[in-house]
């Protein structure tokens, strides 16, 4: 049992999914998975409002970004107010959390700003449908603290239109996909993303597509099919990912 006081700092938990059901549901996971009691963390949904222009990321033990129905690769000229905002916060926030190396972790559209804020393309062109993939450690992935004795191959689920066309520049590539080249990067020692659900589950993943079948992600006929495939993948060294990174940072401060 862990107990959080007063003079601990949080994890910042950020958000971008505008349902509350899809958004209570990641942010559960991320709690349940990573082993955070609720009240160890600050839980911010900028999917309205934006970061707020006076958030210190000094204030938290780590940040950990969830996913969004936002692309990138849109067209500047076709996306809304808010995506560009959200877009012109993260570069304010990531001038910071890249050049200081403090606690992050992007998941899903988390790695597509990171890896857009650091200037690699973002294309569909390694879009990948829901489901799960065999991820491949790369040899620094091997080395990586927080995949120490994983093996070489591990089962993850993914569900993206778009992602990294190639690793980022100044990044160091830890795994990939017979089907997407940057499945997982780390800038400097502390920077993390995955274009992989570090938090997700059969549960999880079910809420999200049957929120997002109508979404461009999945045929709709699909749903049912792709759900009950869902139920049979097992992605524990996914989670145990996220259970270490929770751990580390909690354990620095």
Do not use: W
């Amino acid at each position: 049992m862990i107990c959080y006081t007063a003079t601990m700092k949080p994890f910042l938990i950020v958000q971008l999914r505008p349902e509350d059901e899809t958004s209570d549901n990641e942010y559960e996971a991320i709690c349940r998975f990573g082993e955070l009691a609720p009240t160890e963390t600050t839980r911010l949904r900028i999917e309205h409002t934006g970061i707020p222009q006076d958030l210190d990321p000094h204030d938290y033990a780590a940040i950990i970004v969830g996913g969004s129905p936002f692309d990138i690769s849109t067209p500047t000229a076709e996306k809304s107010d808010i995506q560009k905002q959200i877009e012109a916060d993260f570069k304010r926030l990531f001038d910071t959390v890249v050049r200081e190396d403090l606690p992050f972790l992007g998941a899903c559209s988390g790695n597509g700003l990171l890896g857009h804020y650091l200037g690699t393309p973002i294309s569909t062109t390694y879009g990948e449908p829901v489901g799960g993939v065999d991820m491949h450690l790369t040899d620094a992935g091997r080395l990586d603290p927080l995949m120490a004795d994983f093996p070489d191959t591990m089962r993850v689920l993914v569900g993206h239109k778009e992602a990294c066309d190639s690793t980022p520049p100044g990044a160091t590539l830890l795994g990939y996909s017979d089907t997407c080249p940057v499945e997982m990067f780390r800038v400097g020692q502390n920077v993390y993303a995955t274009q992989f659900h570090p938090e997700a589950d059969a549960a999880g993943f079910t809420v999200r597509i049957n929120v997002y079948k109508h979404h461009g992600y999945i045929p709709p006929e699909t749903a049912t099919d792709l759900i009950a495939t869902i139920e049979k993948e097992e992605t524990p060294f996914a989670r145990e990912f996220l259970r270490r990174f929770v751990t580390r940072y909690r354990d620095s401060k």
